[in-house]
């Protein structure tokens, strides 16, 4: 079987001496990991772009479940503020309620029963006088 000779140096092909076979190998096999780099850089590229977005996304949607729990929380406060002043209110408006009947109900007594009402204050009003001279 005869070898292909280079017509230049006169070597046959594949060869140390084949300096034009090599350099197309060669070319071809850093062509090769030029196109597989491209193809790490991109998919880095795209892996980096697809975790940005996903932080993006990530921060919004925490901002928009904060803004929302704020609101919530002050309904909430705004709900507890009127449940108090009604409270408060129904409070004052019972107390005073409850304080004029009872005034109303002594004041009956006393004009049912003026002379045992007027004894109880004397004797209301001796006994204070007593705790007072003790000081």
């Not at 046959?12 to 096999?29: L, V």
């Not at 996304?57 to 108090?84: I, L, P, R």
Request: hydrophobic share 40%; aromatic share 4%.
């Amino acid at each position: 079987m005869a070898a292909t000779q280079n017509t230049t140096t006169g070597q046959p092909f594949g060869t140390m001496h084949d300096h034009a076979g090599q350099g197309s190998s060669a070319g071809g096999a850093m062509h090769g990991m030029q196109d597989k780099a491209a193809g790490v850089m991109d998919s880095v590229k795209e892996t980096a772009q697809n975790v940005a977005h996903s932080v993006s996304d990530f921060a919004s949607q925490a901002k928009d479940k904060v803004q929302h729990f704020t609101a919530e929380a002050g309904e909430t406060m705004g709900h507890a503020k009127d449940s108090v002043m009604d409270f408060s209110s129904t409070a004052y408006d019972k107390t005073g309620d409850t304080m004029k009947a009872a005034c109303d109900q002594m004041t009956g007594m006393i004009r049912q029963h003026p002379i045992p009402a007027l004894l109880v204050g004397v004797g209301v009003g001796f006994i204070l006088a007593q705790l007072m001279d003790r000081d």
